[in-house]
């Protein structure tokens, strides 16, 4: 009698809502075994019920990607019980802006260690001990925005971390492709999640308008008219995870309705 092979492990980020838990889906749909990770244990338990109703193999942990220590644990932790990884999927991220002179330490740093030293960080560790690049389809997808290619106005502190997501995915991709591990970014526009209602929120309060005018606002530059959902930010997050995606790295694809065109 043979015994099944296990199912390849996704490792998600941040994969507690809105896009992240929308990868999760996606992967887990694919025949994905998915680990997720996040700040707050609550939402974490909350995901994971979801996600094992809908019948997918998912397990989680804990984890602030912005400490070392942490993410080590979470990468040792995944692997002992799991074995390797085989996708992973960096989409933690946070909002961050306004007036660059009125800018705090605080703000920024916590803006570039979410978005920027946490891929790092986890990829690192990835790469170190989640043995990645011996698995069978290796991927790594970062989750970057269109604000990775232009300017965001009183968006400073993000519009350069997602830049240098973009710059260190291309620049991976490159030294990886020796061993077959695809690294690619994905560019989000303007996505209907709750990041993109904080956001809403924090323009608002810039211009001294309400958050409907903002929306009302971004969603007239979108050439396609409509905010794009977090489950077709995740179709091209399973994409880039199959066989016949074996050739396409060192891309920073846009799934924006049109937004940005570069």
């Known amino acids: 009698m043979t015994t099944a092979p296990e199912k390849p492990l996704a490792l998600i980020t941040g994969g507690t809502r809105g896009i992240g838990l929308a990868i999760a889906r996606e992967l887990g749909s694919r025949g994905h075994r998915v680990f997720i990770c996040a700040r707050t244990a609550r939402d974490i338990d909350q995901a994971l019920a979801t996600l094992r109703d809908e019948g997918h193999q998912a397990d989680g942990l ?16 995944a692997v002992a019980e799991y074995g390797p990884i085989t996708v992973l999927v960096n989409n933690a991220g ?5 007036p660059t002179a009125t800018t705090t330490d605080d703000l920024w740093y916590d803006v ?4 920027l ?6 990829t690192r560790e990835t790469l170190r001990h ?9 991927r790594i997808i970062n989750i970057a925005s269109t604000a990775g290619k ?20 291309r ?18 526009g303007y996505v209907q999640t709750p990041h993109t209602t904080r956001i809403h929120h924090e ?3 810039a211009y001294n308008t309400t958050p409907e005018t903002i929306h009302q606002h971004f969603q007239q530059h979108i050439p396609l008219g409509r905010y794009t959902t977090p489950e077709e930010v995740a179709s091209l997050a399973g994409y880039l995870t199959s066989p016949t995606a074996a050739s396409i790295t060192a891309q920073a694809l846009n799934v924006c309705g049109g937004l940005a065109t570069q």
């Open 130 to 138: 989640g043995h990645i690049t011996s698995t069978a389809h290796p």
């Open 150 to 169: 232009q300017a965001v106005t009183l968006g400073a502190p993000y519009t350069a971390s997602k830049h240098a997501v973009i710059g260190f995915t």
């Open 112 to 115: 570039i260690d979410t978005n």
């Open 171 to 188: 620049a991976l991709a490159k030294e990886l492709a020796p061993t077959g591990t695809t690294v690619n970014a994905i560019c989000p």
């Open 62 to 77: 804990t984890c602030d990607v912005r400490d070392p220590v942490q993410v080590g644990e979470l990468i040792r932790h």
């Open 94 to 98: 946070r909002t961050g802006g306004g």
């Open 203 to 205: 323009y608002a309060t």
């Open 117 to 122: 030293n946490a891929v790092f960080l986890v």
